[in-house]
């Protein structure tokens, strides 16, 4: 089966610096990589997803970067700003597949100094 | 984004007790809903899937008698924590996905359930 994984476990980063939070997957026949924001006590908000048929996908500050043949996709926040401090979750799976439910990584809590 | 609403937020209960967690779509219909359990500082496990109509299906090692799972309609699923004890105390989430937005997922608010 499919297993993510994701590093780094925690990050933390001036506010107006960029954060980078990698991740890893193995089933190469995976097609669909989101990324979710997860704030203390409330569920995981999607905030940005990349099909397999993408290397590259932008929503303002925020860009995911997918390279299949390394099995590798990215998150990219730049101009960080304090409200960005979360924990952030890859995930993966194999839409259309028998399972198509989503494996997630362990998470990464960002931490945006003011 | 689909809005997904979940209730109660937290709910606090003497062992032994059930207790039901309701997770509705609210603008979209959803033949599959998933629900996840997650401890403290700890990513998602998926505990079951939620077919509208059939019976749920279970991830290895998840109770089925302890956790019922009813989707009774497109927009609602419901999570029974049966007799409950201290050790299933933990924060619940579950998901639905929009038949129009193919593959994307999205998640209710959570519930934290702490078992006395």
């Known amino acids: 089966g499919e297993n993510v994984e994701q590093h780094p476990s925690t990050l933390s980063v001036q506010e107006g610096d960029s954060a980078v939070i990698k991740c890893t997957y193995s089933?190469?026949?995976?097609?669909?990589f989101p990324w979710y924001k997860q704030e203390l006590g409330k569920g995981p908000q999607l905030i940005i997803d990349?099909?397999?048929?993408?290397g590259e996908k932008k929503d303002q500050r925020i860009a995911v970067t997918l390279n299949k043949t390394a099995k590798h996709f990215s998150l990219h926040i730049t101009e960080t700003q304090p409200e960005d401090s979360a924990v952030y979750f890859c995930?993966?799976?194999?839409?259309?597949?028998?399972?198509?439910?989503?494996?997630f990584g362990k998470g990464t809590k960002l931490s945006v100094k003011p | 984004g689909a809005v997904v609403s979940q209730h109660p937020s937290r709910v606090i209960c003497k062992s032994g007790t059930s207790v039901k967690i309701e997770c509705r779509s609210l603008?979209?219909?959803?033949?599959?809903m998933f629900w996840y359990r997650q401890f403290p500082k700890q990513s998602l496990m998926l505990m079951a899937t939620?077919?509208?109509?059939?019976?749920?299906?279970?991830e290895q090692g998840v109770e089925k008698d302890k956790f019922l799972i009813n989707h009774a309609s497109l927009t609602l699923s419901t999570l029974t924590v049966t007799s409950a004890h201290p050790e299933d105390s933990s924060f619940y989430i579950c998901?639905?996905?929009?038949?129009?937005?193919?593959?994307?997922?999205?998640f209710g608010s959570g519930t934290q359930l702490s078992v006395l």
């Open positions: 939620s077919n509208e109509g059939s019976k749920a299906t279970y």
């Open positions: 998901s639905a996905r929009p038949a129009d937005l193919a593959e994307k997922l999205f």
């Open positions: 995930a993966a799976t194999h839409y259309g597949g028998s399972q198509g439910n989503l494996i």
């Open positions: 990349i099909r397999s048929n993408v």
């Open positions: 089933d190469s026949a995976s097609n669909y």
């Open positions: 603008d979209f219909q959803a033949t599959t």
